[in-house]
């Protein structure tokens, strides 16, 4: 064929061009084997002034800031010495959220709600970043920051209504399980749409900016979504306007069954992303709850003080699915999780506290019995309000309500006909069960 | 340094000593007074700061509320419109604006996905009660980027509102009103009709705003409601709906032939003025829709459906439908393109004929 032969015919001793498909190193069957993944030593690090500039301090962006060391000690500057007592609660806090993903998890088996997203190994990167910020600063988070609402003491059986989509949930059955909203918590509703919480919280912080306010901002993405143009206004957006905000990078290696390297892990890290808009950006043990706390604060202290937004990433690993309706034994080996050379963070925390003599297996034990019996109880609440499916939980005229502040003409039209086929659908259903008009 | 801004423009002063604004100068005043009204009102977008904007609609705006209430951004609608939306969940009233209704789409994520559903699903804890401000339509040699009519697909969203004024007396009145809303409002200005109502006779010099009754734009704070269309002739020949530039090309075509047509200059098409349109449409049982954007799932085909489904049978023909061509917007074609008087007048021909 005349096409085929256009390049060689020419005679040109071009090199054929060759298209790279990033491939992750382990597949299932495969041995995993991180040795290669530079992890630094605890405590190696020095902890720059919060006022730095960002290219005065970009090896922050390739190194990882970590606290807790192999001896279970916390070292260096970045430990952000926190008492006994609050380590114990951010222990506590990622326990809660462990244990609550379990149940959640298995009542979605159990077809009480129709989808579920754990955020096993990756605990730190919520509870004990949103135990580094003030209970007033905003938080916009991604679908995996459960953790932020358990620390901020959301109760339990709210989350659970909402994700049952029963007659109490706030959100009256509109949104998907988990993607929460709690204004009076200051926890932004999630979208699901993937990054566009970002620039939001650029705009949130440049709002408290324009009014002298000192609340920030901070929100949370998946390195697989920094791959979106929504992460790219928001950098430079943050940085045009010097907003009070942080964006929170959690790496943790796969967005569904795509590896990291499909966002560009193979060429640089997320942190490093940061400097070509000349924002400080810190790499971060992700699985280390000091280090996140401590580089939490770091970032909020500098956003306080009109220093500018800081980006983090989280380096850390999805232990589990990305969701209930995922099976990643079909994409990756089954080793990584055990192979991860960060540990489990709840582990860390925990041997960290017995190491200080604040803490033993004993009182260990009995914190995760105390809550899965408070998940256990939230649960039994919840359930009766209903389950998703079990009943017409919320009227019908509800659907129609929200969409704009007052229900217009053609809204109204509609309402009625969803009414009219209620009759028909299910005639039998009561009032009193919440189908009424 | 010389200061090199523009200033607003004084107001031109009619016969009647009234004040006659041009749509840009109207809508300058309309964002001037929300400002001044409301500290939570903001306005930003590309080159609508120190410069005032490409069109001068927020000319002077900076230099008196000052560099945190009216500002530039980079040019990143998907940032402008994404920050508006953080904005408003802080509790501010935002005023962006999208240079060109054109470039829009780089923030329609934000806007379909982000700023139309927040308050359903959030149920009602966050609001997004932004006004996205755009200049839109063709007729000014702008080629297939600076032409564009996209409303429909704005309509087409669960939880915008799309407003397009087609007189300076409108856009103030409609903009504060939209500035007001807690919806977020999807606001076209029809450009080619900023500075006088083009008729569609593009070879004939154009009036300014002066010349025109509904240029008499009052002092002060005042709005129109959104959803409520405008009576813009009486008339028991033929139902007109358009809106924008479409309501001056359809009266001008309407008036050189003698037909005496019911026009209504819709205003807003979500929420759309039904009532008036049944009330017109069952007075003079005939129904032509004028609208610049292409035709294809255009909101002439909405309109089309409603009038068929709720006035059957008050119709004396078909509704027809004048529309832009389905084919992007061209450069040195686009009076070819264009619906202007030829189309308009075979319509309405074949309607009167039945």
Redesign the interface.
Known sequence: MAGDSIVAAGGSNKPALALHVPEPKYRPGDTADFSHIDIGEAGSLPRPDEASAPADMADFAYSLVRVLGDDDQAHGAWDPKLTPETMRTMLFNMALVRAFDERMFRGQRQGKTSFYMKCTGEEATSVAAGMALASDD?V?PSYRQQGILIARGYPLVDMINQIYSNKAD???G??LPI?Y???DYNF??I?G?LA?Q??????????????GDTRI?ATWVGEGSTAE??FH??C??AT?YNAPVILNVVNNQWAISSFSGFAGAERTTFAARALGYGMAGLRVDGNDALAVFAAQQWAANRARSNAGPTLIEYFTYRAEGHSTSDDPSGYRSAHEQNEWPLGDPITRLKDHLIAIGEWDEGRQTAMDEDCAARVKAATKEAEKNGILGHGLHHPFRTMFE????EL???LKEQAEQATREREIKWPDAHPKDGAGK | MSDTRAKVAPAIVGESAERRLNMIDAINDALDIMLDRDPDVIVMGEDVGYFGGVFRATAGLQEKHGKTRVFDTPISECGIIGVAVGMGAYGLRPVPEIQFADYIYPGLDQLVSEAARLRYRSAGEFIAPMTVRSPFGGGIFGGQTHSQSPEAMFTHVAGLKTVIPATPYDAKGLLIAAIEDNDPVIFFEPKRIYNGPFTGYYDKPVEPWKKHQDSVVPEGYYRIPLGKARHVTQGDALTVLAYGTMVHVAQAVCENKGIKADILDLRTLVPLDIEAIEASVEKTGRCLIVHEATRTSGFGAELSALVTERCFYHLEAPVERVTGFDTPYPHSLEWAYFPGPVRIGEAIDKIMSE
């Open positions: 905003m916009f706030k959100l009256k509109r949104q993607m909203s709690a204004r932004f509703s979208s749409n566009t970002l620039p939001q919280a650029v705009g949130w912080s440049m709002a408290s900016a324009i009014k901002a143009g929504d206004s928001a430079t957006f045009v929200d969409v704009f502040e217009p003409w053609h």
